[in-house]
């Protein structure tokens, strides 16, 4: 509709000069412009918040401030025609910024401005739009600010500065304009309370950004207030109510590929993996070439041990998304799988280039290389993923297993303990393993002691915990004749 205005505006060239003589000629208007965050904050996507509510401040439509002067009919004519002469630019200034022809567009503003004094309030907004879109978010924030002192009462303006403040992370004094905002503003606004709920979010007010939010889908509910609800519960742990807000949002937009993606990787987290799997399905009919879908659903044909399966789908998402460390960790793996290891080193190491500080990267490599006897490597891995990641257990008891192939008993033996004191006694296998190197190094109590320990743990393990290596059987076997148990 903007494009349409300005076209009808180019093609109404001849009626425009009666226009202007009756003083009734309304400045064109530029489309919202909404940057995005970078980051993980940006946990997957900001929302594309538009807003077309911009009002000049020479227009009859502007609030005036009141005057305790008498008007006059010169007086009134003297203003219409400084109205008419500031905004006579702002259709040509609208037409160049919606072409994106920058560089013209700001060298007329800046005629403009000189003209009369940087005294208009269209171009100073229009400016400020531009250098946001070319990342300069302070030079924006102050012109947003000047284009606010021109027009007090022009909520767009106000919101523009809420936003460059967003992006410049300082979130509570984003809050104070929205706030301001919403004072000055006769109606609900949505972008108001949406953009609200995103700072109180950062700030990791989850009440208050859920509040927030819920107020923004009162006024018109969007997908992008959905997600940002979901992504709110899902940095709190809270995966059902995430999918219960997802969902409700399905009822709302059942096609939207994004939406079905992510409840398949919430399903995918809670460990149900068929459930997963059909959201994943659902949204690749929608969008068949969803980089994120793809890898998602190729994760969960890997887990099911079909490799081939599983890098067919890799390799569709490998043609948009060739520089993704995640897909490469996973196409390691899937060679891993097939015991074609020198490829599956090469697949690995181009994705700790990509993303060096992945711990599941170092941790993968490690056990290539553990796998190929290359303990010295192995042991690098290792550490690195540990210091990446000191809670994840399986990486210490690899570790020790790694320490104990190079003779190294005493660190070996404190890396199952650090293991078992983070695991609890859960995993049988430490014990299993803790036990096996006490029995080599010749320390015969301790190793009993151990393995009365894995033991226990064996017993308490469920069917499918038990059946998933059959070499822990044959292994606990000869300790158990070695032991004499």
């Keep these: 509709q903007l494009v349409l205005g300005a076209c009808q505006a180019w093609d109404g060239r001849k009626s425009r000069t009666a226009k202007r003589e009756a003083g009734l000629l309304c400045a064109e208007r530029a489309p919202m412009y909404s940057g995005q965050m970078t980051g993980d904050a940006a946990y997957e996507s900001e929302p594309e918040v538009e807003d077309d509510s911009y009002v000049d401040a020479s227009q ?72 946001r879109q070319q990342g300069r978010i302070q030079e924006s924030l102050q012109l947003f600010q000047a284009a606010t002192a021109l027009n007090p009462h022009n909520v767009a303006n106000l919101k523009q500065v809420g936003r460059s403040l967003y992006l410049l992370g ?81 009822e709302f937009s059942p096609d939207n590929p994004e939406l079905l993606t992510t409840v398949g990787l919430l399903y995918l987290r809670m460990g149900e993996n068929y459930r997963a799997f059909e959201y994943l399905n659902n949204s690749l009919s929608v969008d068949p070439r969803d980089e994120k879908t793809i890898l998602a659903a190729g994760s969960i044909i890997q887990d099911h041990n079909d490799m081939d399966g599983a890098l067919i789908k890799y390799r569709v998402a490998a043609v948009k998304t060739p520089n993704s460390a995640q897909l490469w960790n996973n196409v390691g793996m899937c060679f891993f799988g097939k015991r074609k290891y020198i490829a599956s080193i090469a697949c690995l190491k181009r994705a700790l280039y990509l993303d060096p500080f992945e711990w599941i990267i170092a941790y993968n490599l490690g056990l290539v290389h553990l796998t190929t006897g290359q303990c010295a490597s192995a042991f690098h891995f290792f550490s690195s993923s540990i210091n990446l990641k000191p809670d994840f257990v399986a990486a210490y ?89």
């Design 397 to 485: 008891m690899y570790l020790a297993v790694t320490l104990a192939k190079l003779d190294d008993f005493e660190n070996a033996c404190a890396a199952y303990d650090r293991a078992a004191e983070i695991d609890g006694g859960a995993d049988f296998t430490i014990r299993l393993n803790y036990a096996i190197t006490l029995h080599n190094g010749g320390d015969v109590e301790r190793s009993r002691e151990q393995f009365a320990e894995f033991e226990s743990a064996w017993l308490a393990a469920d069917e499918e915990s038990r059946a998933a290596d059959p070499d822990v059987e044959t292994q606990a076997e000869t300790l158990r004749r070695a032991l004499g148990v």
């Design 60 to 131: 009859p439509s502007a609030p005036a401030a009141k005057v305790n002067i008498v008007p006059t009919k010169a007086n009134s004519s003297e203003a219409k025609l400084q109205a008419i002469a500031r905004s006579r630019w702002n259709y040509k200034i609208h037409i160049l910024y919606v072409r994106h022809e920058h560089k013209e567009c700001l060298d007329l503003i800046e005629q403009v401005l000189s003209e009369f004094n940087g005294m208009c309030e269209y171009p100073i907004y229009v400016k400020a739009l531009i250098k």
């Design 170 to 250: 300082k979130h509570k004094a984003a809050v104070d304009v929205y706030d301001e905002a919403q004072r000055v503003s006769t109606t609900e606004d949505w972008e108001i309370w949406h953009n609200k709920g995103l700072c109180h979010m950062y700030l990791k007010q989850y009440d208050t950004s859920m509040e927030c939010f819920r107020s923004a889908n009162d006024v018109q509910r969007h997908d992008t207030t959905y997600r940002q609800m979901g992504k709110v519960f899902t940095l709190q742990e809270r995966y059902q109510e995430a999918i219960d807000v997802y969902l409700e949002a399905l």
